[in-house]
């Protein structure tokens, strides 16, 4: 009988440390709650980044889950959504309306924007939707497995698995510090839609540091094995399912090609992004931001060559408001019937415009296609548009 009550206990003194061993982890995750998962401040008035005693940027929370949270919880707030990635990021939505709401993400793929615009779509009453392309999203579409990267769950099955990510992860030396030191500080956002940070870099003309770092840099992001047919293909299809969804209700859609530093644009093969681009345009009309255009080639409007000033970003919002933009002639809207001879006329001007980016740039390897001479004229092509210099405003603009 003694033996039997001493089984008894250490069976329940077994289950009890094992409940402990299973929950400790998930406790101690919910209590420091790094990426603010759990104590989010769900006015969203705060930045997705804090900021490191060491002078660095960190994500702060999930800034998949929180935005999507936030307006699902204010279904009358916003009717109108901008999807895009990182290259966004500084784009005053607010000029565009009242109800806007700008929804981007650090290397956001067309997978998640189909996803969140789903959501919105069947929880809000949406009105418009803008859909930024970036060439990164036609060989990037799995959603990513990193709870701080996860689209916001759509079912009870996808929260399951999305805390069972988060709840297990492993504790580090971040989670610690965060938890003993402290050494952070929560931005707080003066607004909805601007993602301010201390200290930055000037907003409209790249910092004399960014500039030696471009210069640096040989671009070299996208090779021959970059875009897959296959994944090209499925991209394509998601872009077709969207525009049709907002077809069928009634919501007004908007695309346009973002902005490509002229290292990134010209490396890539440019029958590959023809391709693209004529198969975007027999799904709908777009504003094409990569064509020949001084904001391309000055690494004055380029902090890096994949992102760009809020020059760029201000510019493309009066295109989309037809106003008079600050540097003229950026952003072309492409249709089936001048898609053709835009292309044509851009890939003569690039090959014009080569030999000079040649010349001042040393870290600069084009794809061998812009190279070969064709037979096709310069369509009456004025190149002194394209090197005209757009710098005074924004020099005024920042010295003020």
């Given at each position: 009988m003694k033996n039997m009550s001493q089984y008894k206990k250490f069976i329940l003194y077994f289950f009890l440390f094992s409940c402990m061993a299973v929950f400790i982890l998930p406790i101690t995750n919910i209590?420091?709650?790094?990426?603010?998962?759990?104590?989010a401040v769900i006015n969203h008035k705060y930045d997705t980044y804090y900021w490191r005693k060491d002078g660095?940027?960190?994500?702060?929370?999930?800034?998949?889950?929180?935005?999507?949270?936030?307006?699902?919880?204010?279904?009358?707030?916003?009717?109108?959504f901008i999807f895009g990635n990182s290259k966004i990021g500084d784009m005053?939505?607010?000029?565009?309306?009242?109800?806007w709401y700008k929804l981007n993400y650090n290397s956001a793929n067309m997978t998640e924007h189909l996803h969140n615009a789903k959501l919105l779509i069947k929880n809000i009453n949406v009105k418009n939707i803008?859909?930024?392309?970036d060439l990164e999203y036609f060989y990037d579409l799995e959603l990513s497995t990193q709870y701080k990267k996860s689209v916001y769950p759509s079912n009870t099955l996808a929260w399951f698995y999305f805390y069972r990510k988060y709840l297990f992860k492993r504790i580090d030396t971040k989670d610690i510090n965060f938890l003993f030191h402290k050494d952070y500080n929560i931005v707080q956002k003066t607004d909805y839609f601007i993602r301010t940070k201390s200290n930055d870099n000037r907003l409209f003309i790249a910092s004399n540091s960014h500039l030696k770092h471009v210069n640096k840099l040989t671009g070299l992001r996208y090779k021959e094995t970059t875009f897959v047919d296959n994944k090209i293909s499925k991209t394509l299809s998601m872009i077709?399912?969207?525009?049709?969804?907002?077809?069928?209700?009634?919501i007004n859609f908007t695309m346009l090609f973002v902005p490509f530093h002229y290292k990134n644009m010209l490396q890539a093969n440019p029958n590959v992004i023809n391709h693209i681009?004529?198969?975007?345009?027999?799904?709908?009309?777009?504003?094409?931001?990569t064509l020949p255009h001084n904001y391309l080639v000055n690494n004055a409007f380029w902090r890096e060559t994949f992102h760009y000033t809020k020059a760029l970003n201000d510019d493309i919002i009066r295109k989309l408001k037809h106003e008079d933009e600050i540097c003229p002639k950026f952003g072309t809207l492409l249709t089936p019937k001048n898609i053709d001879l835009k292309l044509k006329e851009s890939f003569s001007l690039y090959q014009?415009?080569?030999?000079s980016l040649l010349q001042k740039d040393q870290q600069f390897f084009p794809h061998p296609l812009f190279k070969k001479k064709t037979n096709t004229p310069i369509l009456s092509i004025n190149?002194?548009?394209?090197?005209?210099?757009?710098l005074n405003y924004y020099l005024v603009k920042e010295n003020k």
């Open positions: 209590y420091i709650d790094r990426y603010r998962v759990f104590n660095k940027w960190e994500f702060n929370h999930n800034d998949r889950i929180i935005p999507m949270s936030f307006l699902l919880n204010n279904k009358h707030k916003f009717d109108s005053d939505v607010r000029q565009l309306g009242p109800t803008i859909l930024t392309v077709k399912e969207l525009k049709f969804i907002c077809k069928q209700k009634g681009k004529k198969e975007l345009v027999s799904i709908d009309s777009f504003y094409d931001f014009e415009i080569l030999p190149s002194d548009k394209i090197r005209k210099n757009c």
